[in-house]
């Protein structure tokens, strides 16, 4: 290790806050709005038959399982430290 990372003189390594619980906030809250409104679309799909409403169920669906995976992701990180 070089000599300037160990003599820092900065108070950041002693104040800084980690960003993975409010990550950890927005990827729940990603994943159940993304889920309720998957449903939502799927029944509007299905009761008037009109294939936006079956892209806007794929996105909707999309969005939670990009939520699930980074949930994974943040949880595998707190598992190991």
Do not use: K
């Not at 160990?6 to 800084?16: H, I």
């Not at 409010?22 to 509007?44: E, I, N």
Request: cysteine-free.
């Amino acid at each position: 290790m070089t000599m300037w990372l160990r003599d820092r003189q900065g108070t950041e390594p002693l104040t800084a806050r980690s960003p993975l619980g409010a990550r950890r906030v927005l990827s729940l809250l990603a994943l159940a709005l993304g889920a309720a409104a998957a449903v939502y679309f799927v029944t509007r799909a299905v009761s008037t038959g009109e294939e936006v409403w079956a892209w806007e169920a794929a996105i909707a669906a999309a969005v939670s399982l990009i939520a699930a995976v980074d949930l994974a992701v943040l949880s595998r990180r707190r598992t190991r430290g």
